[in-house]
């Protein structure tokens, strides 16, 4: 027994020692932290953390974590503090994104590149916080999809908690901070000018400048057609439409938004007119006669009498101001010599030469240069086959510009802006797809799809943009629509 009794004596200081290194060496080698009580008021709340040790860690980061839920970790609310980390009282002031009458729990914490160390937990009750306030956002314009930065105050600091409004749209938050809210204008299928605003917590905040959002279709007004075989052209910066079997012409000016109807045409138009212009004048294609039209006066000068019986897809068009007279169904091609009076045969592209299969044809002149588009098997879009074809008169030559790459459809709209050429649309459209064509680079690329499904269209280039007048919407199957809608391209 006093053998046993020695034994026990020795033990226990040793223990008592290693216990107390332990004790001691602890502290030196890990992180410690505690959550203090924080201070509530009526604009929010002052947390605190007491750092014990910062250990033998490297790149530590202190911050709290928050959450209506008891035990709070980084998965919850977070935020850090910027202050460079260090030993003694740490605090962090919350003015927003808390709601009244909540109750929180809180941990202070410490991170390192291996470890997670969380302080004790506390919770408060929020007696109210600052509300959130936009103080600017940019650019102040631009179509869907472009990138927002909004600056301001009271964000908060939980994303579930911020909810961003252009006017009644809600949009997709893709990064925030207290003062700071990056995003997206959302989708719009108009252009439209509204408010900005950010909610949080219930807290509402609207900016004082409206944003303005770009969409390149924008309707004008309601007209009144009830015929299909208009024939118009752009000439002074207006557009000019020729009613079919009237002595009427549409003059519209665009930048009064103004149509209006002038029974000035020297003779009847017949079913089918046809027209084209240049920088000067317009030419006109009424029944089997040819005139010339001056917008400056309304002057009306009589050039000739087409030799043939005038029907559908027959085209008009000048270069050089020398006047040629195309006919699918005479599968002729004809330039008037003013000189001599005389008509000389040119040569029609065999592609055209296959009526009545070409269900569709429009021939425009854009920088003295003239384009055709043609369309067969209208009614089969799976086998239809909508081509741009270009004239080309120093050798009497066709040459294949375009085949539409993608579902084919005639009676659409067609544009020619900036060396651009946009079509799409038309009949047994299933969407609203609208293409652009790139004269300089032959190259096809989607654009933004027309708000409605058009049909049967007068199409105007007047000034950098374009004028659809819209007879039919395919949606409802040719049901009157009589709309007159603008493109613009620069708002895509």
Same mark, same amino acid.
């Given at each position: 027994m006093r053998h046993l009794t020695l034994i026990f004596i020795v033990i226990l200081p040793l223990l008592f020692l290693s216990c107390q290194k332990d004790a001691e060496v602890s502290p030196k080698d890990y992180p410690y932290i505690l959550t203090n009580s924080p201070d509530v008021g009526s604009d929010g709340v002052i947390l605190y953390s007491k750092i014990i040790s910062l250990g033998s860690e490297k790149n530590i980061k202190c911050g709290f974590v928050w959450?209506?839920?008891?035990?709070?970790?980084?998965?919850?609310?977070?935020?850090?503090?910027?202050?460079?980390?260090?030993? !003694?009282?740490?605090?962090?002031?919350?003015?927003?994104?808390?709601?009244? !009458?909540?109750?929180?729990?809180?941990?202070?914490?410490?991170?390192?590149?291996?470890?997670?160390?969380? !302080?004790?937990?506390?919770?408060?009750?929020?007696?109210?916080c600052?509300?959130?306030?936009?103080?600017?956002?940019?650019?102040?314009?631009?179509?869907?999809?472009?990138?927002?930065?909004?600056?301001?105050?009271?964000? !908060?600091?939980?994303l579930s908690n911020i909810k961003v409004m252009f006017g009644d749209t809600k949009a997709t938050v893709d990064s925030f901070s207290n003062t700071k809210i990056h995003l997206k204008i959302p989708t719009f299928n108009i252009p439209i000018k509204v408010l900005l605003k950010v909610e949080t917590v219930g807290v509402k905040a609207l900016s004082k400048d409206s944003i303005d959002i770009w969409f390149p279709w924008s309707k004008k007004m309601n007209i009144s057609f009830n015929e299909v075989n208009y024939s118009a052209f752009s000439l002074e910066s207006k557009g000019y439409i020729i009613e079919p079997n009237t002595n009427a012409i549409l003059e519209y000016d665009p930048k009064i938004n103004k149509l209006v109807s002038n029974n000035i045409l020297p003779v009847n138009s017949g079913s089918v007119p046809a027209s084209t212009s240049n920088s000067t004048a317009a030419y006109m294609l009424l029944n089997n006669t040819i005139y010339k039209f001056n917008p400056s006066n309304n002057?009306?000068?009589?050039?000739?009498?087409?030799?043939?019986?005038h029907y559908k897809n027959d085209f008009i068009f000048i270069l050089d101001d020398e006047i040629y007279v195309g006919s699918i169904t005479n599968e002729t091609l004809l330039k008037f010599?003013?000189?001599?009076?005389?008509?000389?045969?040119?040569?029609?592209?065999?592609?055209?030469?296959?009526?009545?299969?070409?269900?569709?044809?429009?021939?425009?002149?854009?920088?003295?240069t003239v384009y055709f588009f043609t369309f067969i098997n209208a009614d089969y879009p799976s086998l239809a086959t909508f081509r741009i074809f270009k004239y080309l008169p120093e050798t009497d030559t066709w040459e294949l510009?375009?085949?539409?790459?993608?579902?084919?459809?005639?009676?659409?709209?067609?544009?020619?802006?900036n060396d651009k050429i946009y079509v799409g649309l038309g009949r047994n459209n299933s969407n609203n797809s609208f293409f652009e064509y790139d004269l300089s680079t032959n190259k096809w690329k989607k654009?933004?799809?027309?708000?409605?499904?058009?049909?049967?269209?007068?199409?105007?280039?007047?000034?950098?943009?374009?004028?659809?007048?819209?007879?039919?919407?395919?949606?409802?199957?040719?049901?009157?629509?009589?709309?007159?809608?603008?493109?613009?391209?620069?708002?895509?």
């Open positions: 959450s209506e839920e008891e035990n709070p970790d980084l998965s919850d609310n977070k935020v850090f503090i910027d202050d460079k980390v260090k030993v !003694g009282i740490n605090l962090f002031e919350m003015n927003s994104g808390l709601e009244v !009458g909540t109750n929180y729990y809180v941990r202070a914490f410490l991170l390192t590149d291996k470890l997670q160390v969380f !302080g004790n937990q506390v919770n408060f009750k929020c007696m109210g600052r509300p959130p306030e936009i103080l600017n956002f940019e650019p102040k314009f631009g179509p869907s999809g472009t990138n927002i930065i909004i600056e301001g105050k009271n964000f !908060g600091y939980n002057s009306f000068t009589f050039i000739a009498t087409y030799p043939f019986t010599v003013q000189n001599s009076n005389t008509w000389v045969n040119k040569k029609l592209d065999s592609n055209f030469q296959n009526y009545p299969s070409i269900d569709y044809m429009k021939c425009y002149t854009y920088k003295n510009l375009t085949t539409y790459p993608f579902t084919n459809y005639g009676f659409g709209v067609e544009f020619f802006i654009f933004k799809s027309a708000p409605k499904r058009f049909y049967n269209n007068v199409s105007l280039s007047i000034d950098n943009k374009g004028y659809a007048f819209v007879l039919y919407d395919e949606y409802r199957r040719y049901e009157f629509l009589n709309e007159l809608w603008q493109f613009d391209p620069s708002k895509n």
